[in-house]
């Protein structure tokens, strides 16, 4: 069974900092990868999509990495702002014939980043 | 706006009690799944879809059924709510039976059982 670990769960640092977010799969049988953020109380946005034949996606000051043959992703904030503050979800479609197409997701890092 | 839209937005129920989750999405995508969120434990698979007429289970079904009689909807029901049932549900969809250009969520149902 595919499970997916987020480090660190939780993590507070002063604005301006660069940050490191890690994801990483037990199976590493991956089509493609999403990163999404939540807020308190709402629904999930999604940030980045690597899709199968990519290893990397950026959209303003986030980028994400993705290696299929560890099956860890990575999201990398830039010059961290109190309004990047909410909880961060990476989840992964599954490429092996049972399970394919499935979303699996991580627990998440809570993110708080203070002026 | 195109997107998955989810109805209601919060609903308190008594034990016992059935109640139907909505859930449409306008990209004609053949995918759609449900999840739930609990503290704690993440976002779980409750059942999903790979086109109309084709529904599956995913990693915890028990107490809830789904049919998926047109592209468009993909509606969840609780037949008998448990105060175990409490939690935000959230309905996806994707194209390309989940591996196409990322999934889209509707915005949530918070469900509360007493």
């Known amino acids: 069974k595919q499970e997916v670990t987020q480090i660190p769960a939780a993590l507070s640092v002063p604005e301006g900092e660069n940050l490191v977010l890690n994801c990483s799969f037990t199976?590493?049988?991956?089509?493609?990868l999403q990163w999404f953020r939540q807020d308190p109380g709402k629904g999930l946005t999604s940030l980045l999509l690597?899709?199968?034949?990519?290893r990397e996606q950026t959209s303003g000051r986030l980028n994400a990495s993705l290696d299929k043959s560890s099956g860890r992703s990575t999201l990398y904030i830039a010059a961290s702002q109190p309004g990047d503050s909410a909880t961060y979800l990476c989840?992964?479609?599954?490429?092996?014939?049972?399970?394919?197409?499935?979303?699996?997701f991580g627990r998440g890092t809570q993110l708080t980043v203070w002026p | 706006n195109a997107g998955v839209t989810q109805t209601p937005k919060f609903q308190v129920l008594k034990t016992g009690q059935s109640m139907t989750l909505q859930c449409a999405q306008d990209m004609n995508h053949e995918y759609m799944s449900w999840y739930r969120q609990d503290p704690g434990m993440g976002l779980r698979l409750i059942h999903y879809s790979v086109g109309a007429g084709i529904t599956d289970q995913g990693e915890v079904p028990n107490g809830y059924n789904v049919s998926r009689s047109t592209t468009e909807d993909f509606p969840l029901r609780l037949l008998s709510a448990a105060p175990s049932q409490t939690s935000v549900y959230f309905c996806?969809?994707?194209?390309?039976?989940?591996?196409?250009?990322?999934?889209?969520f509707g915005s949530g149902t918070r469900l509360t059982v007493v």
């Open positions: 996806a969809s994707s194209s390309g039976t989940g591996r196409g250009d990322g999934y889209t």
């Open positions: 690597i899709q199968s034949s990519q």
């Open positions: 989840a992964g479609v599954s490429d092996r014939g049972s399970t394919l197409g499935r979303l699996y």
């Open positions: 199976d590493s049988a991956i089509y493609n």
